[in-house]
T-cell receptor
């Protein structure tokens, strides 16, 4: 059973470009969470999604950031018109509905660098 | 010891010693806590969890202690090995509707010397 998959692992974008980060949850998991991590800091919650629904996006910046989890395919975190301050590691986690949302399994992350 | 600013608290131990990593959590109403291990360049890995109705839980070589009176959590690692070198985060879940949202601490860097 493969774990949470994220791609790309590293992404370099110039200011003003768009970044698309993908997350495939563990098999059987229907809850996806996105977190952002700045160097030497803990992870900060961004958004919680279930299939085709955004449940909580309270941690996501109001502008330029969006997330989706379609019926088919991976969850996508999209950052439009990236700025240097968006440079960070972005982690996706998933959890199975049967066990409740508490125990979250993390992917390896996407390290975004904005030049 | 504890550091301030941008530097992570660090703990350096000898291989074979026991390690104790501490965490002060923020919300007295939090009812669920997790310890994660994060190796360089990787995502956080679940180690052990504990609910607020318990004060101790043991796993394989790890023990988590919860002191709700002072809002303190600790992770004890027995017979620390070089492979335990990583950053360790505690995370808390605050009740009140959003029972999925984990709030992470800053982390502690554990270095195991062979």
């Amino acid at each position: 059973n493969a774990g949470v998959m994220q791609n790309p692992r590293h992404l370099v974008r110039r200011r003003g470009q768009e970044a698309r980060l993908r997350c495939s949850p563990m098999k059987g998991h229907s809850h996806v969470y996105w977190y952002r991590q700045l160097p030497e800091e803990g992870l900060k919650f961004m958004v919680y999604l279930q299939k085709e629904n955004i449940i909580d996006e309270s941690g996501m910046p109001k502008e330029r950031f969006s997330a989706e989890f379609p019926k088919e395919g991976p969850s996508i975190l999209r950052i439009q018109q990236v700025v240097r301050g968006d440079s960070a590691a972005y982690f996706c986690a998933s959890s199975p509905p049967a066990q409740g949302p508490y125990e979250q399994y993390f992917g390896p992350g996407t390290r975004l660098t904005v030049t | 010891g504890e550091n301030v600013g941008l530097h992570l608290p660090t703990l350096s131990v000898q291989e074979g010693d026991n390690s104790i990593i501490n965490c002060a959590y923020s919300n007295s109403a939090s009812d669920y806590f997790i310890w994660y291990k994060q190796e360089s360049g990787k995502g956080p890995q679940f180690i052990i969890d504990i609910r607020s109705n318990m004060d101790k839980r043991q796993g394989q070589r790890v023990t988590v202690l919860l002191n709700k009176t002072v809002k303190h959590l600790s992770l004890q690692i027995a017979a620390t090995q070089p492979g335990d070198s990583a950053v360790y985060f505690c995370a808390e879940n605050m009740p009140g509707g959003s029972n999925y949202k984990l709030t992470f601490g800053k982390g502690t860097l554990l270095t195991v010397n062979p």
